[in-house]
């Protein structure tokens, strides 16, 4: 595909379970990011990959918070024993070389996570 | 830190009308500046954004922005607003230092009146 996807595009989960999102980058890309979107609120930054590596973690809330890329492509985000407070949509950007703002971020269409 | 302030939550304006969206930035040096646009039910889309340069930026949908560094300001004008531009925006700072790292404002949802 042309663009960035994720799946799946909906999840509703019971509390204390844990749930994994997937983001498919552009292929060619070399950075990807990941943010959480809660209600009436704006994007609030995750994780950044460049290649497989994550210089910057230190936008995962928690230790429940985990993830990961494989293949300089697919990437993972993990969150284990969810919480109410992880209700969200989930959203996965990519860029062609990451680590500088003049490169453009496209976004997925996002994950919408419901914990119950 | 860098931070965004999106001062206006929700806006009105008739179709026609011309539209001014704020955005105000917390950061020492010149950041990286950006507006996204966010339909219902769709990823943000990049409308523009600032990195250096002239500080009038053009974007898709004829939309611009203006980078005032005196007022640590980076506005989002459109001259004629069109139906289909009632979305959420967001404005987003990215620091040098911080490079793949943007901090998004809160958001402005435009409705557009017929």
């Known amino acids: 595909g042309a663009g960035v996807s994720q799946s799946p595009s909906n999840k509703v989960t019971e509390k204390g379970k844990d749930v994994e999102l997937r983001c498919d980058p552009i292929s060619g890309h070399t950075a990807l990011y990941w943010y959480r979107q809660s209600l009436g609120q704006g994007l609030e930054f995750l994780i950044y990959?460049?290649?497989?590596?994550?210089?910057?973690k230190s936008g995962l809330p928690s230790d429940r918070f985990s993830a990961e890329r494989t293949g300089g492509s697919v990437s993972t985000l993990t969150i284990q024993r969810t919480q109410q407070e992880d209700s969200a949509v989930y959203l996965c950007a990519s860029s062609l070389f990451g680590g500088q703002g003049s490169d453009t971020q496209y976004f997925g269409p996002g994950t919408r996570l419901t914990v119950l | 830190a860098q931070s965004v302030t999106q001062p206006d939550i929700h806006i009105t304006v008739s179709e026609g009308a011309s539209l001014e969206l704020r955005c105000n930035y917390s950061y020492g040096a010149t950041p990286y500046l950006f507006w996204y646009v966010q339909s219902p039910g769709q990823g943000l889309q990049l409308l523009l954004k600032?990195?250096?340069?002239?500080?009038l930026v053009q974007g898709i949908k004829g939309f611009e922005a203006e980078f005032k560094r005196s007022q640590s300001s980076f506005n989002l004008r459109k001259p004629s607003v069109h139906w289909s531009d009632a979305a959420e925006y967001f404005c987003a700072v990215e620091a040098g230092t911080n490079a793949g790292k943007s901090t998004f404002g809160d958001g402005t949802t435009l409705t557009v009146k017929p």
């Open positions: 990959f460049q290649g497989n590596s994550a210089p910057d």
């Open positions: 600032y990195f250096s340069g002239d500080t």
